[in-house]
Each structure stands twice: as structure tokens, then as C-alpha cells.
């Protein structure tokens, strides 16, 4: 089976029933760490200047929440952009190893795609959970795969 073969057949087969207390618990315990820490990140300079430039670029779909900056919204794209330079600014999200920040990268777009759905399609407790968790395993398997992650010393 090819790699790309590999990743479909896992998202298609994930199951919000597959996942295990234990995986739950700890995927609540991710999210509510990434925000935290993009709150603080939304603070810092770095965010100014990442929020400054996408609210000059133009988009007629804007939907989507900005950590720490209640009733601006931006495109899922610029939303998902902005808050992930909110979390990485301050780099205090969660990493494994091969040296990646899981949470930092997947829950700012699930949350901008979450809220460019309309109301009778947002998902539920459980399946933004099972997305969560098939972001980081599709990010896991990707840094797996990459030739300069394992390059990285371990720390």
C-alpha cells in the first residue's frame, strides 16, 4: 500500500468510538493547553504583526475567531494562520519526536473550519475530538516519514 493509500484508508476507518478514555482525557487536556497558551501568545508582538497583515488581506468569508481579540473575525485560512502563530510565539505548546508541536498546528484549523460549517453541521464533543486526533496522527505519520525530522537531536 502506498503512503498516501495508508492515510485514507486510517481517516476513513477512524471512529469517535475508537478512541479511549485515556485518549479523550488527554485530548481535552491538549486543547485546553493549546488555547491557553495562544491566549497568552495572542499578546505578544510577533501575533500583532501576524493579525495586523491578514486583516489588510481581503476576504469575503469572515467566520472565523481570534484568540484574544473578542469580535474579530477572519477567513478559516487567516484565522487558522494567526492563531497558530499565537500559539508558537510564545513556544510553550505540547512537542514529541520527532520535534513537532502537535496542537499548535491541527486545533487552530479544526477550530476556523468548525466555525465556516453551517449550524446543522457542526460537530460534536466527540467528533472534534476524533478530528483533533486525526490531525496529530496524520501529522505524526507525516514527520515519520520526513527524512529532517529524524535529524533532529533528541531532547
Known amino acids: 500500500e502506498s503512503v498516501t493509500g495508508s492515510f485514507a484508508s486510517f ?9 479511549s478514555q485515556t485518549v479523550r482525557q488527554r485530548s481535552k487536556r491538549m486543547i485546553l493547553d493549546s488555547i491557553g497558551v495562544g491566549l ?8 500583532d504583526i501576524a493579525l495586523r497583515y491578514c ?12 484568540y484574544g481579540k473578542p469580535g474579530v ?22 512537542t514529541w519526536h520527532p520535534a513537532t508541536h502537535p496542537s499548535g498546528a491541527v486545533l487552530p484549523a479544526l477550530l476556523a ?6 449550524p446543522n453541521t457542526k460537530p460534536n464533543g466527540l467528533d472534534f475530538l476524533l ?16 527524512t529532517e525530522a529524524h535529524d533532529i537531536p533528541k531532547r
Open 40 to 47: 497568552v501568545g495572542s499578546t505578544t508582538r510577533v501575533f
Open 131 to 146: 478530528a483533533f486526533n486525526v490531525g496529530l496522527e496524520v501529522q505524526g505519520r507525516l514527520m515519520h516519514f520526513s
Open 11 to 19: 481517516i476513513h476507518a477512524a471512529r469517535p468510538e475508537l478512541l
Open 113 to 118: 473550519a468548525s466555525q465556516m460549517l453551517p
Open 55 to 66: 486583516r489588510e488581506l481581503y476576504s469575503s468569508v469572515a467566520v472565523s475567531s481570534v
Open 73 to 94: 473575525k477572519l477567513s478559516p485560512t487567516l484565522a487558522a494562520f494567526t492563531n497558530g502563530v499565537a500559539t508558537h510565539s510564545m513556544d510553550f505548546d505540547d
